[in-house]
């Protein structure tokens, strides 16, 4: 292949999949709102902190995906036939809870009752925990083409096993990303009441990875044999 049909054969930026890539600057801007509307009040520094860094986190996640993954970032903005319902069902719960509940009941507990507040330290841990779920779902997403918002099979994609990257070492590095992930803002805004949101979403995560798991293995060429080669789920010997 020559250098011109190669650059004519990579996936070009489109604007549905910058869209799609801004999905989660949207469900920051979604979140901060929830939460200053619940807490109201305006002078968080802790909120502010938080969803400055998620916004920040957003917009360069975006950016990278646009500019590296410029074609899965446009097939995860689009609605896919075969997603498995309960599928359906656990992506709204979790998201419901993510982006409404979890900053709702944040903005509640330290703003407009001020019941509870971790200590100043939880900051630089809620920090550092957003980053390294933000590194490994980014590593895990540029390095599957098939990494989609949705569980199905992609038939239509001729999707294959991906072994390489994070998937060397568990088979759902991105679920990883999202369960810890879900403890960033209970901790960087100090609520401990938002940990009972982010709790069910860790649930939830867990139930959507065994789901994922059990569907791959019954339906898609390869995995069986990828997963007694990789043997752990989620955390290397545990599960």
């Given at each position: 292949m020559n250098k011109r049909s190669e650059i004519q054969a990579r996936p070009r930026v489109t604007a549905r999949g910058v869209i799609g890539a801004l999905m989660s600057?949207?469900?920051?801007?979604?979140?901060?709102?929830?939460f200053f509307l619940a807490a109201w009040k305006l002078n968080i520094v802790r909120g502010w902190i938080y969803f400055g860094m998620a916004l920040v986190g957003a917009l360069a996640g975006a950016i990278i995906m646009i500019t590296c993954?410029?074609?899965?970032?446009?097939?995860?903005?689009?609605?896919?036939?075969?997603?498995?319902?309960?599928?359906?069902?656990?992506l709204l719960i979790y998201f419901i809870l993510g982006l409404i509940v979890m900053p709702v009941v944040a903005g509640l507990d330290v703003g407009k009752f001020c019941w509870t507040l971790l200590p100043a330290y939880f900051v630089v841990i809620g920090?550092?925990?957003y980053v390294f779920a933000f590194a490994l779902t980014l590593w895990?997403?540029?390095?599957?083409?098939?990494?989609?918002?949705?569980?199905?099979?992609?038939?239509?994609?001729?999707q294959k096993v991906i072994s390489t990257g994070p998937y060397r070492f568990v088979r759902h590095p991105g679920y990883v990303g999202m369960?810890?992930?879900?403890l960033h803002l209970p901790f960087v805004i100090g609520s401990i009441y938002a940990l009972i949101p982010a709790g069910v979403m860790i649930i939830l995560a867990i139930t959507r990875t065994y789901l994922e798991d059990k569907t791959l293995q019954e339906e898609l060429n390869g995995?069986?044999?990828y997963a007694a080669k990789?043997?752990?789920?989620?955390?290397?010997g545990i599960w």
């Amino acid at each position: 292949m020559n250098k011109r049909s190669e650059i004519q054969a990579r996936p070009r930026v489109t604007a549905r999949g910058v869209i799609g890539a801004l999905m989660s600057l949207r469900a920051a801007i979604i979140g901060g709102v929830c939460f200053f509307l619940a807490a109201w009040k305006l002078n968080i520094v802790r909120g502010w902190i938080y969803f400055g860094m998620a916004l920040v986190g957003a917009l360069a996640g975006a950016i990278i995906m646009i500019t590296c993954t410029p074609g899965l970032a446009h097939e995860r903005a689009k609605a896919k036939e075969g997603t498995k319902t309960w599928d359906k069902i656990l992506l709204l719960i979790y998201f419901i809870l993510g982006l409404i509940v979890m900053p709702v009941v944040a903005g509640l507990d330290v703003g407009k009752f001020c019941w509870t507040l971790l200590p100043a330290y939880f900051v630089v841990i809620g920090i550092a925990v957003y980053v390294f779920a933000f590194a490994l779902t980014l590593w895990a997403m540029l390095s599957n083409p098939f990494f989609e918002s949705t569980v199905r099979i992609q038939k239509d994609r001729d999707q294959k096993v991906i072994s390489t990257g994070p998937y060397r070492f568990v088979r759902h590095p991105g679920y990883v990303g999202m369960l810890i992930g879900s403890l960033h803002l209970p901790f960087v805004i100090g609520s401990i009441y938002a940990l009972i949101p982010a709790g069910v979403m860790i649930i939830l995560a867990i139930t959507r990875t065994y789901l994922e798991d059990k569907t791959l293995q019954e339906e898609l060429n390869g995995y069986k044999e990828y997963a007694a080669k990789v043997k752990y789920r989620l955390f290397p010997g545990i599960w």
